[in-house]
């Protein structure tokens, strides 16, 4: 594999943050985190990184994760995003008219996780 792709993960549960920044690193992938949606955004627009993929959560501190969506599919269209949500069913929708690419529910296995994002990196 070439460079790593690089990541960012925007979470505000510390251990979901921690624990996915981790399993990422050690799947070779180049991480950055956020604990609020209104940090993550500055990290995407500031460029730094230039992102491969975003993993967001739905309900965020300060800007909530749809905003996030929203915001990334405007400026950046082709830019990949996962929405993760403990919630029920209307988050989802909201993440969907977002242009999330893909909506999955907590608790999930990261193994799964990480498939849907080789998936959305390799299409």
Known sequence: MGSPYKV??????????SALCKFFK???????????GLDGLK??????????????D?????????????I??????KLPVIAITGWGEHPEALAKEAK???VMEKPFK????????????TK
Do not use: C, H, W
């Open 72 to 77: 990334v599919k405007k400026k950046f269209p």
């Open 110 to 121: 990261l193994p799964e996780l990480e498939k849907a994002a080789r998936d959305l990196l």
């Open 43 to 56: 990290m995407i627009e500031s460029g730094k990184g230039n992102l491969d993929l975003i993993i967001t």
């Open 100 to 102: 999330a690419d893909l």
């Open 8 to 17: 960012l993960i925007i979470d505000d549960t510390e251990e979901v943050l």
């Open 26 to 36: 050690q799947k070779g992938y180049d991480v950055l985190s956020a604990s609020n």
């Open 58 to 70: 739905l309900v965020l501190p300060n800007i909530s994760g749809v905003a996030v969506i929203s």
